[in-house]
Every structure is written in C-alpha cells, then in structure tokens.
C-alpha cells in the first residue's frame, strides 16, 4: 500500500461544477498536509497548506481529518484555468526528507 | 527574485556519460531537495540536504551524488548515466521551520539517456 493515495481520476468536469478530491495517508505520525498544482509539463506549485481546522482560500477548501487519515480538497465554481493534476504531499513532521507526494489526481474543466 | 533556478533545462546524454545538474535559490532556504518525476507517476526524492555541508538519501538515491558545498546551490550528479535515469528532474526548497514545510520548486530539467 501506497504512503498516500490519490485517486488518479481523470475528473472531467463542466465549468462552474463543484469538484472534490480525496487523498489517503498512511503514517499516522504525518502532522503537514499541502496540496500543490502542477500544470503540464510545468513545475509543481503550492495551492495550499491543510490546517487541523480546515481552511479555505477563495473558491478552494482544504479539510483534514486525522481520525480517518484522509484530506480533501474541494473546487467551487470551476473554471477551465482550474484544469490541472493536483497532488496531495504529506509531512511526517521531523524529517525534512519525510515529506510523501501522491501520484495526483487529474482534472479536466470543460466549457 | 528568481525563486529556485536549474540549469540545464533539458539535456539529452549517452550511456555512460556524466552530468551535473544545478540548483540555485535566493530565498535563503535551509533545506533543498532533488527530485524525479517519469512519466504518469509522482514525484520521487532522491537526495536531500539540511543545510550547507550536509546531505541525505531520499527514497530512490542509487546512481546519484549530491553536494551543497554554498547555501544557496544543490548539486545532482549522474556519474555514468543509464536509460532508466530518463526522467524530469525537480529541485526544490524549504524553510527549516516545520510548520513551513511548504516547497517551492525550479522549472524542472528534462533528461533523457539514450
């Protein structure tokens, strides 16, 4: 089994739609939780950091639960600039090196 | 502020050949790590470093050496490169503070060996 796991999808979905990701982790000593975005053939950047609170950041919502092992990520009103693979990365919180980046999971806006 | 740079951006070697690939970052960063990426799969850590003068094996460091002799660069080598290490290769780097793991990454070099 994975350390973190993505579904790979793709998600294809119509502009405007309400879109959400899930991403599974293993260690349960894992405490930092990011979502990045890589375009293709580009670079991955970072969307946003998983607070134990959740946290949102205009149309994007970011949720943890420790108890499950699991975070979310959740796309309101879509946009074809959302098209993209998301990858989920989770931090054991000690090791620098510990940091586990998922497989991704690709989406598609369509008009 | 250039973020994290990486030159080459794409390189195509014989079996066999060396090659060193740079990365340099101005955010004044502790920690720099070095990535591959094949095609469809995740980001896989080769070797990473905590600071000037130190590094570490990552999860997939075989046929690779690294070294962080200044702060701001971090070094991959390919001593006798192999078809296998065709990939895109990611530099990144972090702040030291863990609660600001987040990475900030290069624009990637594209290697392929033939």
């Known amino acids: 089994r994975k350390e973190v796991e993505q579904d790979p999808g793709p998600f294809n979905v119509p502009e405007g739609a309400t879109v959400a990701f899930n991403c599974t982790y293993s260690n349960s000593a894992s405490q930092s939780f990011f979502w990045y975005r890589q375009d293709c053939r580009k670079e991955p950047k970072l969307l946003m950091s998983v607070y134990s609170s959740g946290n949102e950041d205009g149309r994007f919502t970011a949720q943890l639960n420790r108890a499950s092992q699991y975070i979310s990520l959740l796309i309101r009103d879509s946009k074809l600039s959302d098209s993209a693979t998301y990858l989920c990365?989770?931090?054991?919180?000690?090791?620098?090196?510990?940091?586990?980046f998922g497989d991704g999971t690709t989406l598609t806006v369509k008009p | 502020n250039a973020g994290v740079t990486q030159t080459p951006k794409f390189r195509v070697l014989k079996t066999g050949q060396s090659m060193t690939l740079l990365c340099a970052q101005d955010m004044n960063h502790e920690y720099m790590y070095w990535y591959r990426q094949d095609p469809g799969m995740g980001l896989r850590l080769i070797h990473y470093s905590v600071g000037e003068g130190t590094t570490a094996k990552g999860e997939v460091p075989d046929g690779y050496n690294v070294s962080r002799l200044k702060k701001q660069n971090f070094l991959l080598g390919l001593e006798s490169a192999a078809p296998s290490q065709t990939s895109v290769y990611f530099c990144a780097s972090s702040y030291s503070d863990r609660s600001l793991y987040e990475q900030y990454f290069g624009p990637g070099t594209r290697l392929t060996v033939t």
């Open positions: 990365v989770v931090n054991e919180g000690t090791n620098a090196g510990k940091s586990t």
